[in-house]
Nanobody, 114 residues
Framework: QVRLVESGGGLVQPGGSLRLSCAAS????????MGWYRQAPGKQRELVAHIVSGGSTNYADSVKGRFTISRDNSKNTVYLQMNALKPEDTAVYYC????????WGQGTQVTVSS
C-alpha cells in the first residue's frame, strides 16, 4: 500500500516563501510521476507542477518563474519551493503519485495573507 504524507504548509505574507514536502512510502514502482495540485475554495483541483523520475518538469502558467518542483528519488520525496507567493496561491495543496496506480496525499493548507 502506498502512502503520501505532505508537510510544510502554513500562513505566509504576500511575497513570502514556503517549501512543501511529500514523502511516499510503500511499494513504489519506477519510473513514476510525482506532482503537486491545489484546490481553492469553490474551485476545481488544478495542476501546479509535476516531475517524472528522470527529472523532466511541467508547470502551470500561473506559477512559472515562482515555484520550483524537485525530487529525491532515493527518498521517494518530492518538494515544491514556492517563492513570491500571492493571495491567489491560497489553497489546499495535494501531492500525487502515479506509479501503476494513482495515489493522493491528504493535503496541506497554504494561506497567503497579510
Amino acid at each position: 500500500q502506498v502512502r503520501l504524507v505532505e508537510s510544510g504548509g502554513g500562513l505566509v505574507q504576500p511575497g513570502g516563501s514556503l517549501r512543501l514536502s511529500c514523502a511516499a512510502s510503500g511499494n513504489i514502482f519506477s519510473p513514476n510521476l510525482m506532482g503537486w495540485y491545489r484546490q481553492a475554495p469553490g474551485k476545481q483541483r488544478e495542476l501546479v507542477a509535476h516531475i517524472v523520475s528522470g527529472g523532466s518538469t511541467n508547470y502551470a502558467d500561473s506559477v512559472k518563474g515562482r515555484f520550483t518542483i524537485s525530487r529525491d528519488n532515493s527518498k521517494n520525496t518530492v518538494y515544491l519551493q514556492m517563492n513570491a507567493l500571492k493571495p491567489e496561491d491560497t489553497a489546499v495543496y495535494y501531492c500525487r503519485l502515479i506509479a501503476r496506480g494513482d495515489y493522493w496525499g491528504q493535503g496541506t493548507q497554504v494561506t497567503v495573507s497579510s
